[in-house]
């Protein structure tokens, strides 16, 4: 199956997107100039061959310093226990398959360069005993299949990352360095101890790619005093540092934070100020998580008045990619998809396209077949057998579709 993107959005310029109807009008006047201009201009080599050379429309269509990158992000990984229960009935030896409750975002994930998702749980271990809400343990095999389906950019700055305890904490951390040896994968937002606190830089067509992963707090939880193991925690002054570690050791800084507040549509003025403080720094890139609902998009501006403005997309909530959550609303999560173009020569990024788009995590009657769809192709049969639908009569397909055009602005609607 093919993403359909019923709506998108290009930029054509550099550092400037195109979002609107009338700015696209003129964009096509200026390419029908521009075509007419060459004929002259051709009309002109013919009898002269010295005249001046052709120029191209676009740069980037005779550019080849220039590279281009594909990511997408999903929100929450948040492994409760019917998930991870279906995971071990799909086999018969005692693992887990949870491949199939996401086997319809392989197409998305087949064509990203970067796959960055935050996985909520612990990947404590079956040996630790699994465990659901409030206190998440999961299944290592999780993370075996993560990478398969192609992830390869792993947040574990979150607030469950301690709820399988300090043995928990660091058999994730164990889990993820053993696969870094041995795959393109790279895990943030936690540490085993200070040696271990290492710049987490992903190669990428010749490109390095940092990840930065805070935190706003771990459920109460703390480490002991006597442990080595590091949690990112927001914090001005560490993320800065970070930032500025990341800027000048890779090409492309992404930050995945895990903030706001659970159930609100909106990001709240904590997150605006973070947002920008990242931007500022020297972010390329802020995916944010938590409130387990899609908040929005935005795009910062650093530099407003200067030569070297950039603009820097935020999206502050994706919502869950998938769970067994009760709330309607926490049914639809966002894929985020962006297309930028990384230019050798002026080390910048070009975004050529920015956006969402909306998933929808599907189960029947006591939460049988728990399995992510892409919104559209999701059907209104489907939305009416969902379990969720027997204690909110008014989950639908226009019910998801309403929250996801309500809570994205238009310019970054996918779908
Ligand atoms: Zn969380």
Not at 33 to 58: E, K, T, W
Not at 185 to 193: L, N, P, Y
Not at 299 to 316: D, G, H, I, K, W
């Amino acid at each position: 199956m093919k993403p359909q993107n019923k709506r998108c959005f290009f930029a054509q310029e550099r550092q400037h997107i195109i979002a609107s109807p009338y700015k696209l009008i003129i964009r096509l006047i200026q390419m029908m100039l521009a075509v007419v201009i060459m004929l002259s201009l051709g009309a002109c080599q013919s009898v002269n061959a010295n005249a001046i050379p052709l120029q191209p429309i676009s740069d980037d269509l005779a550019n080849d310093t220039a590279i281009q990158l594909n990511l997408i992000a999903v929100g929450d990984n948040l492994i409760h226990g019917p998930i991870y229960r279906q995971a071990r009935e799909r086999t018969t030896d005692g693992s887990f398959d949870f491949r199939p409750a996401y086997q319809y975002m392989i197409p998305y994930l087949e064509q990203a360069d970067l796959a960055l998702i935050n996985q909520e749980t612990p990947l404590g271990g079956t040996q630790l005993g699994l465990s659901s809400y409030p206190m998440f343990n999961s299944p290592q095999e999780l993370g075996d299949q993560l990478i398969e389906l192609g992830f390869n950019m792993i947040s574990h700055a979150n607030n469950h990352v301690l709820d399988a305890r300090q043995q928990g904490f660091f058999n994730t951390i164990e889990f993820w360095r053993s696969r870094s040896l041995q795959k393109p994968v790279i895990m943030a937002g936690i540490a085993a101890d200070e040696s271990d606190d290492q710049l987490q830089i992903l190669e990428v067509k010749n490109l390095k790619v940092a990840l930065l992963a805070y935190t706003y707090g771990t459920n109460g939880l703390k480490l002991p005093s006597s442990s080595s193991g590091i949690v990112k925690y927001i914090n001005d002054d560490l993320m800065k540092q970070e930032l500025a570690e990341a800027k000048a050791a890779a090409d492309i800084v992404i930050v995945s934070i895990h903030w706001g507040q659970e159930y609100q549509a909106n990001a709240n003025t904590e997150q605006k100020r973070i947002a920008q403080l990242l931007a500022d720094n020297g972010a390329d890139i802020i995916i944010g998580s938590h409130p387990h609902v899609l908040q929005g998009v935005e795009m910062l501006t650093v530099n407003a008045s200067e030569q070297n403005s950039r603009q820097v997309p935020v999206f502050y909530s994706l919502g869950n990619f998938i769970s067994a959550q009760n709330r309607p609303d926490t049914m639809l999560g966002g894929m985020a998809k962006i297309e930028m173009s990384y230019d050798l020569l002026d080390k910048s990024i070009s975004f050529k396209e920015i956006g969402v788009i909306p998933l929808v995590t599907d189960y029947t009657g006591s939460y049988k077949n728990i399995t992510v769809y892409p919104l559209s192709a999701y059907t209104p049969e489907q939305a009416k057998a969902h379990g969720v639908h027997r204690s909110y009569s008014n989950f639908s397909l226009e019910y998801l579709q309403k929250i996801f055009t309500e809570r994205i602005p238009l310019e970054f609607q996918i779908y």
